[in-house]
């Protein structure tokens, strides 16, 4: 299976290729704007590095991973489109010029127009959304599944920045997807970028009802976001990358708490969550099946975001189907 890398910065090196390298069945190409870079990457995990991305598509990959800075990828998804790559997996957030935390009206707009030229030539769109694949994620999943907890009443997140665009996921993961939305900026601000706070009250379709706020005032050295979402029989509490899961059972007046062991940090959980999300990936490439989280997953997150934007410029509710349609 030839798998193409476009971008070999630490994310590419950190949590990509360590997982990639163990695979036998597996060959890689780089490319990076820095030759150096892709070349310290071929010589850590094998492979060879192409000089453009025309040399890197030009021997058909099975799937092209685009590594790069979310500011910078749109660029690269515009370069790629007349190459008519087979498969695209994606880092996240899909699109955003000005960063991960301020994504934009344009943004959703430049990414809905890539995205359909590139499914209108048949390319097939996977994201990354690794916050799925935590072990306490998939483990909540199965709880309110197995023990039919319902359907999704409410839900409440607050979140670190750093960990915005995936918990916007995970509220889309584990209630559904937004139908509207009405969103206040903070007055005050934190960290370098000098960021507002984003508060957000939500209606999902099906009518769940929900708020979600986004900030850096939240310390590192603490959980860097939690999640609540109550279902008509039952409850589930996330917190972080490495916390406890708490879930309250309606149906045996139960409080359970399960938590990790402690040998390990926040983040080899982070770094191992990589490994599942690229693991079924690769596995729906072997098996011929559609990806586990498709890129459609990037935009309706993107979607989301945009919506918040022009609900604090407007003053108003959005409904993101009419504004924003995909």
Not at 47 to 66: C, H, I, K, N, Y
Not at 83 to 95: A, H, N, S
Not at 245 to 251: G, H
Not at 263 to 277: C, I, K
Request: glycine letters at 8%.
């Amino acid at each position: 299976m030839k798998i193409a890398v476009v971008g070999t910065g630490s994310v590419a090196k950190d949590c990509y290729l360590p997982f990639l390298k163990t695979q036998k069945d597996v060959a890689l190409t780089y490319f990076s704007r820095t030759r150096a870079k892709a070349d310290a990457c071929a010589a850590a995990f094998g492979g060879t590095v192409r000089e453009s991305l025309p040399a890197l598509l030009a021997d058909d990959p099975d799937a092209v991973l685009v590594l790069t800075r979310e500011t910078a990828r749109a660029g690269v998804l515009r370069e790629l489109i007349p190459l008519r790559p087979r498969r695209l997996f994606l880092e996240k957030p899909l699109v955003a010029q000005g960063g991960q935390d301020n994504v934009s009206e344009d943004d959703f707009a430049i990414a809905r127009d890539l995205m359909a030229a590139l499914h209108g030539q048949g390319c097939e769109t996977a994201m990354i959304f690794n916050y799925r694949f935590f072990e306490q994620t998939i483990a909540a999943r199965e709880i309110v599944a197995q023990r039919r907890f319902g359907t999704p009443v409410n839900a409440v997140a607050m979140v670190n920045y750093a960990c915005w665009s995936h918990c916007i996921d995970l509220l889309h993961h584990l209630v559904g997807p937004a139908e509207s939305v009405t969103a206040q900026a903070s007055g005050m601000t934190f960290g370098k970028d000098s960021v507002p706070d984003l508060a957000a009250s939500i209606r999902f379709v099906g009518g769940a009802a929900g708020t979600i706020l986004g900030t850096w005032s939240m310390n590192f050295g603490f959980p860097l976001f939690e999640l609540t979402v109550n279902y008509s029989g039952g409850r589930v509490h996330l917190r972080c990358l490495d916390g406890d899961l708490e879930i309250l059972d309606y149906s045996t007046h139960r409080h359970e708490v399960l938590s990790l062991t402690r040998n390990t940090s926040r983040w080899d959980q982070y770094r191992a969550s990589f490994g599942r999300s690229l693991g079924a990936y690769l596995d729906s490439l072997r098996q011929g099946t559609p990806p586990p989280v498709p890129g459609s997953a990037g935009l309706e997150e993107l979607r989301f975001e945009a919506g918040l934007r022009r609900a604090v410029r407007l003053g108003r509710a959005v409904v993101l189907s009419e504004e924003f349609p995909c």
